[in-house]
């Protein structure tokens, strides 16, 4: 098991910055990669950006160049650094850990912070 524990966010006037944190524990010796996604109102879940234990990292088209995601592997934790926010970038977002074991994959999910940014 994976416990996913997120800080950040909040109200940003547009144009602002804003950095949410995701400290994981349990299980985490074997989670693969880590990740932000978000949902709006009305809206299915999408990815935000993701980074794997070696580094590489993927990206939405809307965040890139405004969003950085990085980690640090002795905190076990994750971070988002969103830069330039727009008010399309209001959503709750979840952290995520993709974990591997026995050939098997599991994902894990954060209860979610709110980012509202305002115009």
């Known amino acids: 098991q994976v416990q996913l524990v997120e800080s950040g966010g909040g109200l940003v006037q547009a144009g602002g910055s804003s950095r949410l944190s995701c400290a994981a524990s349990?299980?985490?010796?074997?989670?693969?990669?880590m990740g932000w996604y978000r949902q709006a109102p009305g809206k299915q879940r999408g990815l935000v950006a993701t980074?794997?234990?070696?580094?590489?990292?993927n990206y939405a088209a809307s965040v890139k160049g405004r969003f950085t995601i990085s980690r640090d592997n002795a905190k076990n934790t994750v971070y988002l650094q969103m830069n330039s926010l727009k008010p399309e970038d209001t959503a709750l977002y979840f952290c995520?850990?993709?974990?591997?074991?026995?050939?098997?994959?599991?994902?894990?999910w954060g209860q979610g912070t709110q980012v509202t940014v305002s115009s």
């Open positions: 995520n850990a993709h974990r591997l074991s026995l050939g098997r994959e599991y994902d894990y």
């Open positions: 349990g299980t985490i010796f074997s989670i693969a990669a």
């Open positions: 980074i794997t234990r070696s580094g590489s990292t």
